[in-house]
């Protein structure tokens, strides 16, 4: 059970030490703005796909695009609005964490609360107007991140990285939604593998770089309660599927095939590479950075080689 009296105890102490932060730095740290942008990558790596899949120029869906965008921003600000409102406890003890507006005191439980949830209901309705299928992935990646993931698997089980990984790969299911109802296509299914499997490598590199964190907020992360050398066989596991999983847009395009497949296996080289001659905390901090040039690369490919499909051939 969480303690509020500790939570209370831990902001005071926090709060004290922080200087007073402008509103509009209060708000982006609230909202988590950094992984707002990240993850409307991966919303219009969905549009883009689906414009591409159906023959369908942008300027002919652009309302629903900008609605989208828009939507999806506020739902995920949300997400991360009450993750931090609910986490004020754990955060308080972390070092990456206790400054967050929400530990600080520089944002109260209550204003906190009516932001998220003003966030969430404005950016479902405007998904909605969109498409009523995009406003049902953003509800259900909302829900599964704020119920499932922050506030039971997280504090509970090791397994929280894999109920959050299904909430973390709702973006590309919402930007597909929004133009197309129809879900059954391969390509579809691999952008949402790929959103899934990516998850964990990605997080469990996190975990060991803030290991005595996590151990210290009691946060029962798979290198906490198991060890450095299960999350390094885990890890491999996942990224052995994650390069299964690229042949899923062999139907899309074989060139994006390849880099899905080489960039996956490059980073399955380096886990098994780097795991031999590097500490825990360099083969971790190594992996995190190539985690997050793979997505970024690969979505990036996507969504270049789908809009100048729709554009221009």
């Given at each position: 059970m969480r303690s509020d009296a500790k939570i209370n105890r831990n902001v005071q102490e926090a709060s004290l030490a922080m200087p007073k932060q402008h509103l509009s730095n209060v708000l982006a740290?609230?909202?988590?703005?950094g992984i707002i942008k990240s993850n409307l990558i991966a919303v219009l790596a969905g549009l883009a796909?689906?414009?591409?899949?159906?023959?369908?120029?942008?300027?002919?869906?652009?309302?629903?695009?900008?609605?989208?965008?828009i939507g999806a921003a506020l739902v995920i600000g949300s997400a991360g609005t009450f993750n931090n409102l609910y986490d004020r406890d754990i955060d308080s003890v972390m070092e990456r964490t206790k400054k967050r507006p929400t530990v600080?005191?520089?944002?109260?439980?209550?204003?906190?609360?009516?932001?998220?949830?003003?966030?969430?209901?404005?950016?479902?309705?405007i998904l909605a107007?969109?498409?009523?299928?995009?406003?049902?992935?953003?509800?259900c990646g909302l829900f599964l991140y704020v119920v499932p993931y922050t506030m039971w698997t997280k504090r509970?089980?090791?397994?929280?990285?894999?109920?959050?990984s299904v909430s973390g790969?709702?973006?590309?299911?919402i930007g597909w939604a929004a133009i197309t109802s129809d879900l059954m296509h391969l390509e579809l299914l691999g952008l949402f593998v790929i959103m899934v499997l990516w998850q964990m490598p990605h997080f469990y590199a996190i975990a060991i770089r803030k290991y005595d964190e996590y151990k210290a907020a009691n946060v029962p992360m798979l290198p906490v309660v198991k060890g450095f050398k299960r999350t390094y066989l885990q890890t491999n596991v996942y990224l052995t599927a994650l390069i299964a999983g690229s042949l899923l847009f062999i139907p899309l395009n074989i060139g994006i095939t390849i880099v899905a497949f080489l960039l996956s296996s490059a980073w399955l080289a380096l886990s098994i590479i780097g795991y031999k001659k590097m500490s825990p905390n360099k083969w971790a901090t190594t992996m995190f950075i190539f985690?997050?040039?793979?997505?970024t690369i690969l979505f990036v490919v996507i969504i270049a080689y789908c809009l100048i499909g729709t554009l221009f051939i």
């Open positions: 740290e609230t909202i988590k703005t796909l689906a414009l591409y899949i159906n023959d369908i120029s942008p300027v002919e869906k652009l309302p629903e695009i900008l609605l989208t965008l600080t005191g520089a944002i109260q439980p209550k204003p906190a609360l009516v932001l998220g949830i003003s966030m969430a209901l404005t950016g479902l309705i107007l969109a498409s009523p299928l995009a406003a049902f992935f953003g509800f509970h089980t090791i397994y929280n990285t894999e109920i959050g790969a709702m973006p590309p299911l985690s997050l040039n793979h997505l």
